[in-house]
């Protein structure tokens, strides 16, 4: 069973940079995709950015050409690098892990394995 552990999160002022890291251990098997989701005061949770084993990447498009995902393979160790934050960057960020995954994944349902979330909040 897959376990995830997220550090990092912090308060900053509005145009700063944070970067949220992602422990996952008990990652079986060459294919899947870890995810970063977020969830805002009163908003639905929102994917933003996901990375499978191969690299390859996708972002919300709230956070496009803001934030960057990236891994490290050792572990894997997941990281989140977010510049140019806004008040509206404020929220619970999650990291989340969907085994056999081929692709990265969007799509919220699709993870099965969950972190506690960590604070990220962005003061104007």
């Known amino acids: 069973e897959a376990q995830l552990v997220e550090s990092g999160g912090d308060s900053v002022q509005n145009g700063g940079s944070l970067g949220l890291s992602c422990e996952a251990s008990?990652?079986?098997?060459?294919?899947?995709?870890l995810g970063w989701f977020r969830q805002g005061p009163g908003k639905e949770r929102e994917a933003v950015a996901s990375?499978?084993?191969?690299?390859?990447?996708d972002y919300g498009d709230s956070v496009t050409g803001r934030f960057t995902v990236s891994k490290d393979n050792a572990k894997p160790i997941m990281y989140l690098q977010m510049s140019n934050l806004k008040p509206e960057d404020s929220a619970i960020y999650y990291c989340?892990?969907?085994?056999?995954?081929?692709?990265?994944?969007?799509?919220?349902?699709?993870?099965?394995?969950w972190g506690q979330g960590i604070h990220v909040t962005v003061s104007s």
């Open positions: 989340a892990a969907f085994l056999g995954a081929r692709y990265p994944s969007l799509l919220t349902y699709e993870y099965s394995y």
């Open positions: 008990g990652i079986t098997g060459s294919t899947y995709a």
């Open positions: 990375i499978n084993a191969d690299g390859s990447t």
